[in-house]
């Protein structure tokens, strides 16, 4: 039997020794979580690292979720204190130093935090719901860098989506910096490329000040997917919509096997006899999206080749769009590692460095800003990409996304396709 867990940490009645083993079981455990990931971790894992017993971890806290919680909990505290220390936006060196030392005070808080940080992209709702109050927190954050926007000069982008812009981009771009992707410089070239990344999305220059892309609804190029379909059988194509669309919603860990069969509406016998483990489903739909990633990453480059032009840059943006919406649960799971361990013939990384490499050759075709380092330029076209396909409070359409995905891009670093060539 577990002993009840102590009291807040605020209660005097755990003492000072109490306190500091409490304080290095949480130091402990986060940097557990770093190296094997959420799901990935054990008690006895934490236990050994903190050179304790199992019985002394349990004394403390009921579970690792509850660990993580109070990791959560106090990076949330840190976030919601960083949002109010965001100073004046403006189209000035003023603004761009606000902005500058905000992206600074970003990386160094991702750092001292990362355990918590580095597990949401795949660490999905459910869980994220169990463990710490993952809604309120994201609404508080938005609600605060909204409140700094709006008086900031903003022409030709929408206040919440200059606000999403804001929040989602410094998130993934020192995720890839903590993880070493993308061949990133030092922390600070980072912070300081994204600061001028972000300065030209909110306020681009007068050249490209009236950028406000529409995009006509129009026929798409045929993915791959349609393709690959035709090869399986229904009851196959049922089950992986129905398991794309899951793990979208709750995160690849918190679905079950009964839940897919549910959602794809056949028993849990012809599943099985279909996929035996969620891992085989998770691989397929792996598979199935590397191939069309590759088929987008092939098209950009096609147009990076060419004097690229904004309308064609568009409807690409917009194919894109779809794609990644259809597999956003796929594509959030492969930044979580001990997902990435499951798949080592699925090719998830070939799919990520097919559409780095596109995006490198896209970039080449413009100049950048004075002062952007060009790998960070790269991430930062990559995270737009990634995380604006996601909705924001101005509109949740394929075509709003695409054209916010396209405005923002055009402001900062790709100047006006087409133009810069």
């Known amino acids: 039997m577990r002993r009840a ?65 109070e990791l959560a909990r106090d990076s949330a505290r840190a976030v919601l204190e960083h949002a109010e220390s965001l100073g004046p936006l403006k189209p000035t060196a003023d603004g761009l130093a606000n902005l500058t030392t905000w992206m600074h005070g970003w990386a160094d808080i991702y750092d001292a935090h990362a355990a918590v940080f580095a597990e949401y992209p795949g660490i999905g709702t459910v869980m994220g719901l169990t463990v710490v109050d993952s809604q309120s927190v994201p609404e508080k954050f938005r609600q605060r860098i909204t409140e700094r926007l709006r008086s900031a000069p903003l022409h030709g982008l929408e206040l919440d989506d200059a606000a999403a812009a804001l929040m989602r981009l410094p998130h993934m771009i020192n995720l890839y910096r903590y993880r070493g992707m993308y061949g990133l410089p030092s922390r600070a070239t980072v912070s300081n490329s994204l600061a001028i990344a972000l300065q030209a999305m909110l ?45 979208a919603e709750r995160g690849y860990y918190a679905v079950r096997m009964e839940e897919i069969a549910a959602a794809a509406d056949v028993s849990r016998a012809t599943l099985y006899r279909h996929f035996s483990t969620k891992d085989l489903i998770f691989a397929e739909l792996t598979r199935t999206a590397v191939r069309e990633i590759e088929h987008h990453a092939a098209a950009l480059k096609r147009l990076a080749a060419e004097t690229v032009d904004i309308e064609a840059f568009s409807h690409w943006t917009l194919d894109y769009v779809r794609f990644h919406r259809a597999y956003s649960g796929v594509i959030r799971a492969w930044f979580d590692g001990t997902v990435a361990e499951r798949l080592p013939d699925a090719g998830a990384t070939d799919g990520v460095a097919a559409m780095h490499d596109a995006v490198s050759a896209l970039l080449s075709t413009s100049s950048l800003p004075e002062g952007m380092d060009s790998a960070t330029a790269a991430a930062v076209v990559l995270a737009t990409l990634g995380r604006m396909t996601e909705p924001t409070a101005a509109g949740d359409g394929d075509l709003h996304a695409a054209e916010v995905i396209v405005a923002l891009l055009c402001r900062s670093l790709l100047g006006q396709p087409g133009a810069a060539t």
């Open 5 to 69: 867990g102590y009291a807040p940490p605020t209660n005097a009645a755990v003492g000072r020794r109490g306190m500091h083993t409490r304080d290095r079981i949480l130091r402990c455990a986060a940097e557990v979580f770093l190296q094997n990931g959420f799901h990935g971790a054990s008690i006895d894992m934490i236990a050994a690292a903190t050179g304790a017993s199992r019985a002394t971890v349990y004394q403390y806290f009921a579970d690792k979720e509850a660990i993580f919680g």
């Open 203 to 247: 306020f681009p220059d007068a050249e490209h000040s009236t950028t406000s892309v529409t995009i006509a609804p129009g026929p798409t190029a045929t993915a791959p997917r349609a393709a690959a379909e035709e090869t399986i059988s229904p009851i196959r194509q049922d089950v992986l919509r129905a398991s794309s669309a899951l793990f």
